[in-house]
């Protein structure tokens, strides 16, 4: 058996012994020779329904159940920590003990990763023109741990080792997160079962519900649900449209079930959601063929130098700026899906940016948004748009496409090449529409007659 395979056997095994439950139906499988790591197959047919696997609460791994949250002082630091900065520490801590609860799995954890974040240079330049390089993050996540993670670390030096627990784990540790992680509803729960014991009848636990508006109710979940690592939940890979089994957050324990009937040897996929190759790539190291929720995006800075007339001043930008944040209808990128479709908000900032001072001015006086049109004018300007768009990827989709058929291609240049390929598909289906309609749009057929 290899080191690999005696990895997994072991994980589950501990599993098991800490109260898990694993269907017969289940099996971990080697999928490297696919760059998929681990991943979950069928091994017999089962059914929509069934349970797969059962994971008792104490094994998630997060900032609730980590030896950190028991170490008084420590304990009172993580507690002031937000967003994913509790669950980074105890990860960074709980990974480099030998006698760590969570040592079997963290034996099967990743070490090294395939997203843009761990690439050099060259493999970024790759990427030129596509919306993954401005997310990467990377300057902010490391002035996360400067600024707040290291004071702490160096504070304890009977915890931590400023040597081990350095700035390369906590990529590590952020990684893992970004791809691995859950958001548990447990807290949510907690929430509405003291609800149930404040003893309201169920008229009038549905009177208050009713009083809360949608936002708050989605504000408290996600305040009160906590991000937690889910061992052998976080086993399941992603296929766009493949997506066949899901976590069940149950008070006692987490579930796994499938969603749909899933036949003997079948991958069994979870989703991470409905994300477009960009994202995937960022967040997870992988693209999908084809991708359905593929986008592409376009920077407000595009269309307010575009759109606004030549000379402009910089006042009256920023007051038109000003104005369509205020109306919401501006936002740091538009997004065109995978049809193509322009979308209403940027025929509503071109037209108010091609805008002369005067024409603004009175749209400023009435104080409303122009409706979406899509006269040859405003097409013209979002054909110039889209064209200026197109321009910043380095080469043509041909050349791309070309490229993608060499055989020495890295990992790394084959992801970049899809997620651009994909993106400038979808500008050129945008301006091939943009285009139809400035030809058949109302002034041009007028202008016929
Ligand atoms: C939640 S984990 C799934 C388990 C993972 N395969 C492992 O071996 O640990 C997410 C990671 O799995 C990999 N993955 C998931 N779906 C994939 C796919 N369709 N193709 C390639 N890799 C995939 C990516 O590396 C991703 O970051």
């Not at 003291?194 to 979940?221: G, I, M, V």
């Not at 036949?263 to 979870?270: F, L, V």
């Not at 030549?310 to 109306?327: D, N, Y």
């Not at 080469?395 to 070309?402: I, P």
Request: charged letters at 30%.
């Amino acid at each position: 058996m290899s080191e690999f395979d005696k990895a997994s056997d072991t994980f589950v095994t501990w599993l098991k012994y800490n109260g898990a439950t694993v269907a017969d139906s289940v099996a971990i499988k080697d999928l490297r020779s696919q760059n998929a790591g681990r991943g979950m197959v069928a091994v017999k047919d089962i059914k929509e329904g069934d349970l797969l696997f059962s994971l008792p609460r104490k094994i998630l791994l997060s900032e609730e159940t980590s030896e950190l949250a028991n170490i008084p002082d420590v304990k009172e630091k993580l507690q002031q920590l937000d967003g994913w900065s509790p669950l980074i520490l105890c990860m960074m801590y709980e990974s480099q003990r030998e006698q760590s609860f969570w040592k079997p799995y963290f034996d099967i954890l990743p070490k090294e990763f395939s997203t843009p974040m761990f690439w050099d240079q060259k493999d970024l330049k790759e990427l030129a023109g596509t919306s993954v390089i401005d997310k990467i993050g990377k300057e902010d996540a490391e002035t996360l741990y400067n600024e707040t993670l290291l004071p702490i670390i160096k504070s304890h030096p009977g915890v931590f080792d400023e040597k081990v627990h350095n700035v390369d784990l906590f990529h590590v540790c952020g990684s893992l997160i970004m791809a691995y992680s859950f958001h548990d509803e447990l807290a949510v729960r907690k929430r509405q079962e003291n609800d149930e014991k404040d003893n309201l009848d169920e008229a009038e636990a549905e009177a208050e519900a009713e009083d809360e508006d949608e936002d708050s109710d989605e504000e408290e979940e996600e305040e009160q649900g906590i991000i937690a690592m889910v061992p052998m939940a976080d086993m399941l890979n992603h296929r766009t449209g493949f997506n066949n089994a899901r976590l069940f957050h149950e008070p006692e324990a987490l579930q796994m079930r499938a969603i749909k009937d899933i036949k003997a040897q079948d991958q069994i996929y979870n989703t991470y959601g409905d994300l477009c190759n960009g994202d995937l790539l960022r967040k997870y190291g992988f693209v999908d063929e084809p991708n359905e929720h593929d986008i592409v995006e376009i920077s407000g800075d595009l269309v307010l130098n575009e759109g606004c007339p030549k000379g402009s001043s910089e006042k009256e930008k920023e007051a038109k700026v000003t104005f369509l944040l205020e109306e919401e209808a501006l936002d740091d990128c538009f997004v065109i899906e995978s049809n193509g479709d322009v979308p209403p908000e940027l025929l509503v900032c071109v037209q108010v940016f091609m805008m002369s001072s005067q024409e603004f001015s009175t749209m400023l006086g009435k104080r409303k948004l122009p409706k979406p049109k899509r006269s040859a004018v405003i097409m013209d300007k979002i054909i110039a748009i889209l064209t200026k768009r197109l321009e910043q990827y380095s080469g043509s989709v041909e050349e791309d496409e070309k490229r993608l058929r060499d055989s020495s291609l890295s990992l790394n240049q084959h992801n970049s090449l899809i997620v651009k390929i994909g993106e400038q598909l979808i500008l050129q289906k945008a301006l091939n529409q943009a285009q139809a309609a400035d030809e058949h749009g109302p002034k041009r057929k007028k202008l016929r007659k």
